[in-house]
C-alpha cells in the first residue's frame, strides 16, 4: 500500500458513508480481480456489508484519487527538480482535495512558453512594479521613468509591462482562485442570447434566444439545451456575475488581494489594474472553470438520468417463457411477423400486408389464426413505431375471429427502440445469417416481451432511447456507466446457464465476451451443463473466473439443487448443514419456508461464514432462484383513442411510462406521441426527483390536459382531478414527443400551457 492510499480511503469512505476500513477491504478485492456485483453478494463479512450501489461510487472515485494522487506526485517532483519546493509549499500541495486546487497551485511553476509577464521581467520591470507597491504615495509615472531602456521607450510602455507582471501574478495565485473561483458559483449567472439571423434556423431553441439563469440553480437538461445550441451556433453563452454589483466585488477581491487601501496614486493605479486583469484575464479563466464545471455537472445528472431509466426497463416484468408472435407495424413495407417458442427459438416468420397499397385484410387474418393455432402463440408483441395502434386494433379484429375453443392470446404493444440497431448488428447477423434484416426486428420485439433483459443486453444502451441528450455527454463515461448498469441487473436476476446467449452471458460477473461464448461453444458441442462444476471443463474458464460467476448462473432441475438458487459453490456444506438442522431433504425444504422457521441464523456463524451470509442461505433456501423483477403487467390503450386528434382535455387513459427526466415523464398512450406528465403533475404533493413516483415500465393512470396538434405536444396529469396549483416557471420542458421526430419548435412558456420547447426532451434522437 502507497503512502497515499490511506487518505484516498478516508476520503471515500466519507463519500460513500462507510468506515475506512471497510474502503481498505473493498479496494484489496477488487484490485485482486473481484467484481462488484460478487464483491456486493459474497464477501459481505469482508467489506462490512457495502452493496452494489456504494462499490460503484467507491470504484469510480478511487480511479479519480489515485489519477490525482498521481498528479499530486507529478507537481512535487516537477518543482523540486525546479528547485523550488518549500515545506509549505509542499504542505499546500499535500492538503489540496482537487485536482482544480492542485492545478492552481502549481500554475506559477508549470513550463509555459514566454509571456507577456516574462518579456517585462526580462526588460527589468519587475522592480518598477515592486516600487509601485511599496511606495503608493509615489506617482507611478515619476516612478516609471527611472525604468526606460532601448527595449522600454516610454513610461506607458514601463506601466504596462508592470502591469503584465502584476496580472500574471494574480492569475497564478492559488488562493485567489479559489476565493474567486467560490464567489462565482455563487454569484454567477448563465446569459444565452441569440446569434443574429439564426432566429429560423434555431427555432427549436428559442426559449433560450434571451436567457438569464443563477449558474447554481440550472437543471441539467436546460444547461445540456444550452450547451447543444451554443454548440450549434445559435446562441451565445456568458457566465458572469451581475455587471453592476458582482462584477465590482470581484474586482474588490482582486485589490483586496494586493492590499489596496486608500486613494493615493499607487493604490489607483493598482486598482485599475486590478480591473483590467479582472476584465481582461480572469473573467475568461472563471468563465471557462464555470463552463467545464456546468458541462461536467449536466453530464452526470444526464448519465445518472439514463442509468436509472435504464435499470428500471432491464429489470422490467418478463411475460415468462410463453410462445410468442412477435409483429413490427409498417405501412407500405408490410407488418413484419416472427415467432417465437417459450426459450426465445425462432419457428416461423412472414411479411403480412393489411393495410394500403396492397390491402390484404384477409390474406392477414387468415395468416396471423395459422400461426397462432400452429405453434400455440399465448402472447402477440406489437412494436409501438409507426401503424402500432393500426396493428393492434387489426389483431384485436382477429383475436375475436378466434374460435371459441382455441385459446386467445393476449397482444401487449412494446417498446421497439432499438430493435432496428439489433436488426443490422453483426450480432444478429450471425444469430439469423439467413433471414432478412426487416424480420429480424420482428424476433427481437417478440423475445424482449418473454424476457426484456435477455434480449436488451444485445444492443448497445445508448440506442435503447431512455437518455437525456445522450449524445452530448462524455461517451466514455456514460458507456462505463450503463455497462455497470447492465452487468449489475443481469446478475441481480441471475442467468440460465444452459439457455442465456453469449450476449446474455458475456455481462455475468467474471465472464466476459469471450469466456461467454467459450461457455456458449462448450455447450453446443457437449450438450447442457449438468452442474456448475462442470464450467471448470470449458477452455480458459479458470477457478478465479469460476469463483466470480458460479452464484449467479443458475441450473434448473440438474443433480445438485443447490445449483438452482443463488447460494455460491464455496457456501454448499454451509446450507446442507442448515438443511440438515431441519432434518429434511433438502429438496423439500428448498421453497417451504416454514421448515426453516425454527432456525437462528448465529447458530450457523463459524470461521468461513460470517452472519450476513448465512442469512443470504436462509432467504434463498425461502425462496431459491427468486426473480427480483415486478409480476407481468400491460397496459390496456383506450379503444378509438388512436392519433393525437383524438386526444379530448379531460380524458383519462391508461399508458406506460417510456422515459424518467428530470423534468417529469414521458408516457405512451397509445397514438404515436408520447405524452410529458411535468413533475408538477406526477402527485398530489411536492415531488423534487420524478423517480420518487414512477419509473420506466411502469404502467400508470393519466389524465389529458393539454392538446396542441400543430406542434404534436400531449400534456398529462396523474394528480387528481382539479388538483395542483400553478406550475413552477421555468421548471423544465412541456409536452410531449414521437418517436423519431425531431424536437418540435419553442414557444412561449406559461402556466398550465405546453409553450416551453421541447429542445430538452429526452432520446437525444435528434
Known amino acids: 500500500m502507497t503512502t497515499a492510499e490511506p487518505r484516498i480511503a478516508r476520503t471515500i469512505a466519507t463519500d460513500i458513508g462507510a468506515r475506512p476500513q471497510q474502503v481498505t477491504a473493498a479496494v484489496e478485492l477488487l484490485d485482486g480481480g473481484a467484481t462488484v456485483p460478487f464483491v456486493a453478494r459474497y464477501r459481505k463479512e469482508v467489506t462490512g456489508g457495502l452493496d452494489d450501489t456504494q462499490l460503484r461510487l467507491l470504484a469510480d472515485r478511487l480511479a479519480y484519487l489515485r ?65 509601485i507597491m511599496d ?43 479559489g476565493r474567486l473561483r467560490d464567489f462565482m458559483r455563487a454569484e454567477a449567472f448563465v446569459s444565452a442570447r441569440v446569434v ?22 440550472m437543471p441539467a437538461h436546460r444547461a445540456l439545451a444550452i450547451l447543444r445550441a451554443s454548440k450549434e451556433e445559435v446562441v451565445t453563452i456568458e457566465i458572469a456575475p451581475d455587471s453592476e454589483t458582482g462584477a465590482p466585488r470581484a474586482v474588490n477581491m482582486i485589490a483586496a488581494q494586493i492590499g489596496i487601501a486608500g486613494d493615493a496614486p499607487g493604490d489607483t493605479w493598482l486598482r485599475e489594474a486590478a480591473a483590467w486583469t479582472w476584465r481582461i484575464k ?123 375453443d382455441m385459446p386467445k392470446p393476449t397482444k401487449v404493444v412494446v417498446s421497439e427502440a432499438g430493435a432496428s440497431v439489433y436488426s443490422a448488428s453483426e450480432l444478429a447477423a450471425r ?21 426484456p433483459l435477455a434480449e436488451l443486453v444485445k444492443i448497445e444502451p445508448k440506442s435503447i432511447g431512455v437518455g437525456q441528450y445522450q449524445h452530448d455527454v462524455d461517451q466514455r463515461r456514460l458507456a462505463r456507466t450503463l455497462e455497470a448498469v447492465v452487468e449489475d441487473a443481469v446478475n441481480a436476476v441471475g442467468v440460465d446457464l444452459n439457455t442465456a446467449s453469449a450476449p446474455l452471458l458475456s455481462h455475468v460477473a ?31 474458464l479458470g477457478p478465479k473466473a469460476f469463483e466470480q460467476a458460479a452464484g449467479f448462473l443458475r441450473i434448473r432441475d440438474g443433480a445438485e439443487p443447490l445449483d438452482a438458487s443463488a447460494v ?64 407481468f403487467r400491460t397496459a390496456s390503450f383506450a379503444e378509438g383513442v388512436e392519433d393525437i386528434k383524438d386526444l379530448k382535455p379531460g380524458m383519462m387513459l391508461e399508458g406506460t411510462v417510456t422515459n424518467v427526466a428530470a423534468f417529469g415523464a414521458f408516457v405512451d398512450i397509445g397514438v404515436h406521441q408520447d405524452g410529458l406528465v411535468h413533475v408538477s403533475q406526477l402527485a398530489d404533493r411536492f415531488v423534487k426527483d420524478p423517480h420518487e413516483v414512477v419509473k420506466a415500465g411502469d404502467v400508470v393512470k393519466v389524465r389529458v390536459v393539454e392538446v396542441d396538434i400543430p406542434r404534436k405536444r400531449i400534456g398529462l396529469s396523474m394528480r387528481k382531478q382539479g388538483g395542483g396549483g400553478p406550475r413552477p416557471p421555468s421548471s423544465g420542458p412541456k409536452g410531449g414527443r414521437g418517436k423519431g421526430k425531431p424536437a418540435p419548435k419553442a414557444g412561449p412558456q406559461g402556466n398550465g400551457a405546453i409553450g416551453a420547447a421541447l429542445q430538452a426532451a429526452m432520446k437525444g434522437k435528434r
Open 568 to 631: 455460491h459453490p464455496e457456501a454448499y456444506g454451509l446450507a446442507r448443514k442448515i438443511v440438515a438442522a431441519c432434518g429434511r431433504d433438502l429438496r423439500a425444504i428448498m421453497g417451504d419456508g416454514t421448515a426453516l422457521k425454527g432456525l437462528r441464523a448465529e447458530d450457523f456463524v463459524d470461521d468461513s461464514f460470517g452472519l450476513p451470509t448465512v442469512r443470504d442461505i436462509l432467504a434463498e433456501l425461502e425462496k431459491p432462484g427468486r426473480d427480483p423483477r415486478p409480476e
Open 67 to 131: 489519477e490525482m494522487e498521481a498528479r499530486r506526485a507529478a507537481i512535487l517532483k516537477s518543482i523540486d527538480e525546479q528547485g523550488k519546493l518549500t515545506d509549505d509549499l509542499a504542505r499546500a500541495i499535500s492538503g489540496a482535495e482537487t485536482k482544480a486546487a492542485l492545478e492552481d497551485i502549481y500554475l506559477p511553476f508549470k513550463p509555459k512558453r514566454r509571456t507577456k509577464a516574462m518579456i517585462a521581467c526580462e526588460n527589468g520591470l519587475d522592480p518598477l512594479l515592486r516600487a
Open 282 to 404: 480572469l473573467s475568461l479563466a472563471m468563465y471557462m472553470d464555470l463552463l467545464g464545471e456546468l458541462r461536467r455537472r449536466a453530464h452526470e445528472e444526464a448519465i445518472a438520468v439514463f442509468a436509472r431509466n435504464l435499470r428500471d426497463l432491464l429489470l422490467a416484468a418478463p411475460a415468462g417463457a410463453r410462445p410468442t408472435l412477435g409483429l413490427d407495424p409498417g405501412i407500405r413495407t408490410g407488418v413484419k411477423a416472427a415467432v417465437v417458442d417459450g426459450t426465445g427459438k425462432l419457428l416461423e416468420t412472414a411479411t403480412l400486408y393489411p393495410f394500403q397499397p396492397r390491402n390484404d385484410l384477409r390474406g392477414t387474418e387468415v395468416k396471423v389464426i395459422e400461426m397462432i393455432r400452429r405453434h400455440g402463440v399465448d402472447l402477440i408483441a406489437i412494436g409501438n413505431g409507426t401503424a402500432s395502434r393500426e396493428t393492434e386494433r387489426l389483431v384485436g379484429d382477429i383475436l375475436r375471429l378466434l374460435p371459441g
Open 196 to 217: 443574429p439571423g439564426k432566429e429560423e434556423a434555431g427555432a427549436k431553441f428559442s426559449d433560450y434566444f434571451d436567457h438569464r439563469e443563477k449558474w447554481a440553480d
Open 431 to 451: 444469430e439469423f445469417p439467413d433471414l432478412d434484416v426487416s424480420l429480424r426486428g420482428a424476433v427481437s420485439i417478440a423475445r424482449r416481451l418473454q424476457d
Open 135 to 177: 511606495d503608493r504615495a509615489a506617482n507611478p509615472e515619476t516612478l516609471a521613468a527611472a525604468y526606460l531602456s532601448e527595449a522600454v521607450p516610454d513610461v506607458k510602455t514601463a506601466l504596462i509591462g508592470a502591469r503584465d507582471i502584476l496580472a500574471e501574478e494574480l492569475a497564478e495565485s492559488a488562493d485567489l482562485l
Open 510 to 540: 467474471g465472464l466476459g465476451p469471450r469466456l461467454a461464448q467459450a461457455v456458449v461453444d462448450y455447450r453446443d458441442a457437449n450438450g447442457a451443463f449438468p452442474s456448475r462444476k462442470t464450467l471448470l471443463k470449458v477452455p480458459g
